[in-house]
Every structure is written in structure tokens, then in C-alpha cells.
């Protein structure tokens, strides 16, 4: 277990949360990669997710940065059922999670993954993909499935002529659109946005940002946001946890991270988001944990 963490998750609770209400829970969460041997390399492993443990509190935004390569999306996965941990446990709503019941696990997290384009059936219209799930899970009849789809599509804002549309035939914003309806219309309570803007134009973006903002408050909605983007972080969320090489090294209020950042690492981050030079990246920091 990460002392360091556990402190911090067990001492900060934020303002807009019910105090002991946790919608999800990573208990000293691992994932280590197995390496093939290959041509140029020798077989070993990857410790991509190393001994990670948060909390979510119902109904905030936990924003979770830290540069590519980190272990983000790998932490993501092991949340929506999607990878194995090689070690520890979730829990959603306080209900340990079972990996083969992804189906039951869908009910309550659904993800917004980066590329709306690549995770779109381009064979299925708007309409059968935002309605899948609800075939999937045999809720409603036909009828009172076409109303919910209609529903959730008006409230993502996609025009009624794009139902019967094919994912190619919308922009990347619609399609971004289709990605979190289809994310809501089995109602969960728990959002996994994978660098959910991050394909888009920049004209785009804060018109997503804004739809996922109106979302949240109009459902209650708790979110992990996982992104690069300190920019975008910082209009999001209420917490931030900056992971750096598979570990969380600073967990904090989004006012600390960017006022107050302890960790030399997250410094680093923040000082580079400052002064961007493209292809520069970060440089390598020894991290004590
Ligand atoms: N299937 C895999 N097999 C082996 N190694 C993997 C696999 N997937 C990811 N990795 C490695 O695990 C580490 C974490 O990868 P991950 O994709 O989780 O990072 P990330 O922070 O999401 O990066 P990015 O922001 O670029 O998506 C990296 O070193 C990556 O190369």
C-alpha cells in the first residue's frame, strides 16, 4: 500500500461530496505487463499500475494526470473490467467488482474513450449504436427503448437527422456526442473519460467540456477524467491525482495542485504545461514516492 496516498485519500474529503458516500474505490491496484521475447528485446514485464489506492467520492470529477506512458489508460481498463489487475481489487458503490460480470459492472461505469471514430461500430446508425445497450440488456420494449434513445440523443444535442447516420457521415464532435450517449443510456452512475477531447479541434473541445459539465450536475454523475491537459483539468475537477510511473505521487484539491503542488513531479508537470515545447516532453525525474 502507498502510505504516502492513503494518507491524503483518508484526510480529503471534498466540499461536494456526502462524506462517506464513495461511488468507487481502487483497493492497491497492479497491473504488470508479461514482455515476449522479440527480436531486439528480452522477455521481462512492465509494471504499468503499481499499488494504487483512491477514492471517488459521489458525484465529483477526479481528475487523474501524469505524462504518456504513465499507467493512465491501464488504470482505466482495470476500472471498467476491460484488463485484469495482477493485484488488488475495485469496488463500485462499495460492491467488490467481478471481472467476468462486466455486463452486471456495466449498469453502474460506463468510459469515453479518446477516439470516438475507432470505439463507433461504422457499420451501425446513431440510433442502433446509442440503443445497443439497452438491447444488450434487455430493458424495455422496442418502443420504450426508441423513445430513451431519442431522449438521450436530444439531450447530447445531436440533430434528429443524424439518428439514421453512419458514423462516418457525422464530425468528430458528433461523434464524440454519440460515445457519451451511448455512455448514459443505461443510466450509470460512474464516468470513466479517457482523454475524452483530446482528437478534437480545440473549437470543439469546450463545447464537449461543457456538455459533459451539464451532464454531470443534471445527473449526478461522479467522473474519473484522465488527461494530459492541465488546461482542461483545471476547469474540470475537483481533485487531482498526478500519477508518474504507475504510482500516484500526489493526491490533492484541484486549488492545492495548481496554488500549492508539493510534489517535485507534479511541479514539473505543472512548470512544463507552462511553457510548452512540442516535442520536448518531460523530462525524466527520480520519484521517491
Ligand atoms: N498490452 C500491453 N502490453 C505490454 N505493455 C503495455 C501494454 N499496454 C500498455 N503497456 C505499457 O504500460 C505502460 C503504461 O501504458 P498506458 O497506456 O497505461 O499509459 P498512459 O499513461 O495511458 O499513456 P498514454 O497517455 O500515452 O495513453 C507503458 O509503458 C506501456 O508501454
Known amino acids: 500500500m502507498n502510505a504516502f496516498v492513503d494518507d491524503i485519500v483518508q484526510a480529503e474529503i471534498p466540499a461536494n461530496s456526502s462524506g462517506t ?4 474505490e481502487l483497493c492497491a491496484l497492479s497491473k504488470v505487463y508479461a514482455l515476449k521475447r522479440g527480436m531486439f528485446k528480452a522477455p521481462g514485464e512492465i509494471k504499468a499500475v503499481n499499488d494504487v489506492s483512491l477514492r471517488l467520492y459521489r458525484g465529483e470529477t477526479l481528475g487523474l494526470v501524469g ?7 491501464t488504470l482505466a481498463k482495470m476500472l471498467l473490467g476491460l484488463l485484469e489487475p495482477t493485484a488488488g481489487n475495485v469496488l463500485i458503490n462499495g460492491q467488490e467488482v467481478d471481472p467476468t460480470l462486466r455486463k452486471d459492472n456495466a449498469r453502474h461505469i460506463q468510459p469515453i474513450f479518446q477516439d470516438p471514430y475507432s470505439s463507433l461500430n461504422p457499420r451501425k446508425t446513431v440510433a442502433e449504436i446509442v440503443g445497443l445497450p439497452l438491447k444488450l440488456h434487455r430493458i424495455g420494449s422496442s418502443t ?3 423513445k430513451s434513445v431519442r431522449k438521450i440523443l436530444d439531450l447530447v444535442g445531436m440533430p434528429e437527422r443524424t439518428y439514421a447516420q453512419y458514423p462516418n457521415q457525422l464530425s468528430g464532435g458528433q461523434r464524440q456526442r454519440v460515445a457519451i450517449a451511448r455512455a448514459l443510456i443505461l443510466q450509470p452512475d460512474i464516468l470513466i473519460c479517457d482523454e475524452p477531447t483530446s482528437a478534437l479541434d480545440v473549437s470543439v473541445q469546450a463545447q464537449i467540456l461543457n456538455l459533459l459539465l451539464d ?4 445527473f449526478g454523475l461522479t467522473y474519473l ?7 482542461v483539468v483545471e476547469h474540470l475537477v475537483d481533485r487531482v491525482a498526478v500519477m508518474h510511473k504507475g504510482s500516484i505521487v500526489e493526491l490533492e484539491t484541484r486549488e492545492k495542485i495548481f496554488s500549492d503542488a508539493q510534489h517535485p513531479y507534479t511541479r514539473m508537470l505543472l512548470a512544463s504545461a507552462l511553457t510548452p515545447e512540442p516535442g520536448l516532453g518531460i523530462p525524466e525525474l527520480a520519484v521517491n514516492g
Open 144 to 146: 420504450e427503448q426508441q
Open 67 to 73: 505524462e504518456s506512458g504513465c499507467g493512465k489508460s
Open 215 to 218: 451532464l454531470k450536475a443534471e
Open 21 to 24: 458516500d464513495i461511488a468507487l
Open 225 to 231: 477524467f484522465i488527461s494530459h491537459d492541465l488546461g
